[in-house]
C-alpha cells in the first residue's frame, strides 16, 4: 500500500473522532475556541510548534513542522453556520435547538486537511527527505474573514505550495475562479425628530438607506453578468413614530476580477454618498474585509488529479447505502440534475453517490461563490479537490448536509481527502521540479496581474463584540 495512506488509515480513528467532536462543538466563526484547541493539541502531540492566536484572531493557528523546503501547507477551517444544529438521521430534528450547526462541513474539512499534515509529516520522517509541513487553522471561512488577514501578516510568505479540499458531492480539481468581494457596511446618521408632530425637523437615516438600495438597485442592469451585488439592512429604527436617526445596510459586492471589485465598489459607494446627499444624512463607510478571486494553479492541480484517481473514492457499505439513499429521496430530481449541469456530466447520469473522478474542468470558468482561500492562491500556488461526502445534488448549508457531514458517510470521505493530500505533498517532496514549475506559473500570472494587498495594516478582523 502506498505509504501516504498507510499514514492515514493508522491514525483514521482519532481523525474520525476528532472530526465529531468540531461537528458536535458546532462553533460560529472566530469563536471556535474549542475546535481550534482540538486541531492545535493534536499538532502539537505530534511535534509541529503551533503558533495560536494569529493575525488578530484568537482561533487562528499555524502548526509548523520544520525540516527545510519545499514547504507543503494545509489549510484547515472549522467553523459552523448558525441555527443549523441537526441529528445524524433522514428526518429534520435539532441535535441542540437553535444552535449552530456543520452545514459546510468544516469539521470534515478541518480534521481531513490535519490528517493529510501528519501523514505527510510521518513520510518525511520516516524517510529522511527534506520537506517541511506547515498547517493553518483559518477560522471564519463562512464570513470571508480569516486567510486575507493571514496573508496580510505573512504567515504564507514562505510556503512553496498549498493542497486545498472541501466536503462536496462530487469528485473533481477545482480550475475555475471564485468571485472576488468586497465586504462593506454602510452607516447614515440623520436627525431625529415626532414623525408626526416634527417630522420637517427630522432627518431620516433609514430612508438614506432605501435610496442607495435604491440606486444600486437600478445599476444592476449596467454591472458585469458574473457579477453579485446583495445587502440586508442591518439598521431600519425603532418606531414608525420616531424619525429614525440611525440606519444602516451590509453590502457584499462580488465580481470575477479584484480590479472589477473595486470600480463596483466605487458605483456603490457613489449610491450611498447621493443617499446622503439626498437625505441631508452623514454616511460612514466601514469596510469589514475584501478578497481577491482564486487562481487555480494548473501544475499542482495535475498532480493533484493523478493522485486522486491513485487514491480513488470510498465504497459504502450497505448500511450506508441506505442511509445515503434516504438522503436522496430528501431531494428532488431538479436539484440532481443542477448539479449534473453544473459539472458538465452527462444528465442520465444514475450514481447516487458520486464514485470516479472527473476530468479537469475547462479554465475560465467562474463558480458563483467566493472563499479566503483564493487570497493564499495569490501567494502560493495553490490547488484545490472537492471530495464526495454527500449524495449528488445534496446543497449545502442545509439539514441534510449537516447530517451527512457528521455521519459514517461523510468521515469516510474525509479520509479519502487526507490521503489525497498527503500523496499530492510527497509528489513535490519527490518532485521538487514541480513546485518551481507550480510557482514558475504563479510568477507568471502575478507578473500579468500583480496581488495588491486589499486589506490596510490598520484593518482588524471583526471580532465579536468588538
Ligand atoms: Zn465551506
Given amino acids: 500500500m502506498n505509504i501516504q495512506e498507510k499514514h492515514v488509515n493508522d ?52 502548526a509548523r513542522w520544520q525540516n527545510g523546503s519545499p514547504v507543503i501547507g494545509y489549510l484547515a477551517e472549522y467553523d459552523a453556520l448558525p441555527g443549523l444544529s441537526q441529528k445524524i438521521s433522514l428526518e429534520q430534528e435539532p441535535f441542540r435547538g437553535g444552535q449552530p450547526g456543520h452545514g459546510c462541513g468544516h469539521n470534515l474539512l478541518g480534521v481531513g486537511a490535519f490528517g493529510a499534515a501528519i501523514a505527510l509529516k510521518r513520510s518525511l520522517e520516516e524517510s529522511g527527505e527534506k520537506g517541511s509541513v506547515y498547517f493553518f487553522g483559518c477560522p471564519a471561512e463562512e464570513t470571508i474573514t480569516a486567510k486575507g488577514y493571514m496573508v496580510r501578516d505573512g504567515f504564507f510568505d514562505d510556503v512553496d505550495a498549498v493542497f486545498d479540499w472541501h466536503p462536496a458531492d462530487v ?4 480550475m475555475r475562479t471564485t468571485l472576488a468581494c468586497d465586504s462593506i457596511e454602510y452607516h447614515f446618521r440623520g436627525r431625529a425628530a415626532h414623525a408626526a408632530s416634527n417630522p420637517d425637523w427630522g432627518r431620516s437615516a433609514v430612508k438614506a438607506v432605501e435610496l442607495m438600495n435604491a440606486g444600486v438597485n437600478y445599476m444592476r442592469e449596467h ?32 465580481s470575477p476580477r479584484r480590479s472589477q471589485v473595486d470600480a463596483l465598489t466605487e458605483r456603490v459607494n457613489k449610491c450611498a454618498e447621493g443617499a446622503a446627499l439626498m437625505t441631508e444624512t452623514e454616511l460612514e463607510i466601514k469596510v469589514i474585509d475584501k478578497c481577491y478571486n ?65 476530468d479537469l474542468e475547462k479554465e475560465g470558468q467562474v463558480a458563483p461563490g467566493t472563499t479566503d482561500a483564493a487570497d493564499v492562491s495569490w501567494k502560493a500556488p495553490l490547488a484545490h ?36 493530500l498527503a500523496r499530492s505533498g510527497w509528489r513535490l517532496i519527490e518532485n521538487p521540479q514541480l513546485a518551481e514549475e507550480a510557482k514558475a506559473e504563479l510568477d507568471k500570472h502575478l507578473k500579468k496581474e500583480p496581488y495588491k494587498p486589499v486589506l490596510g495594516p490598520e484593518m482588524q478582523p471583526p471580532l465579536p463584540g468588538h
Fill in 294 to 358: 482564486m487562481i487555480p494553479n494548473k501544475v499542482l492541480s495535475q498532480v493533484m488529479l493523478e493522485e486522486f484517481r491513485e487514491t480513488g473514492t470510498f465504497e459504502p457499505t450497505d448500511e450506508e447505502w441506505d442511509y445515503i439513499k434516504g438522503l436522496r429521496a430528501s431531494i428532488t430530481d431538479d436539484q440532481v440534475e443542477d448539479a449534473l449541469r453544473e459539472y458538465l456530466m452527462p444528465t442520465d447520469y444514475e450514481g447516487v453517490m458520486h464514485g470516479e473522478v472527473l
Fill in 171 to 174: 469528485n473533481m480539481i477545482n
Fill in 223 to 254: 454591472i458585469h453578468s458574473d457579477a453579485r451585488i446583495h445587502y440586508v439592512i442591518t439598521e431600519g429604527g425603532g418606531e414608525p413614530n420616531v424619525v429614525p436617526d440611525k440606519g444602516a445596510a451590509w453590502y457584499y459586492i462580488r
Fill in 11 to 62: 491514525i483514521a480513528e482519532m481523525l474520525k473522532e476528532a472530526a465529531t467532536k468540531i461537528w458536535e462543538f458546532a462553533e460560529l466563526g472566530l469563536e471556535e475556541y474549542k475546535s481550534a484547541e482540538l486541531l492545535a493539541e493534536l499538532c502539537r502531540g505530534e511535534g509541529f510548534e503551533v503558533d495560536m492566536g494569529i493575525a488578530g484572531m484568537p482561533t487562528a493557528f499555524v
Fill in 385 to 420: 479537490a472537492r471530495v464526495a461526502c454527500k449524495p449528488l445534488g445534496l446543497p449545502g448549508h442545509t439539514w441534510q448536509a449537516v447530517s451527512v457531514f457528521g455521519s459514517s458517510v461523510g468521515m469516510a470521505g474525509m479520509l479519502v481527502a487526507s490521503k489525497l
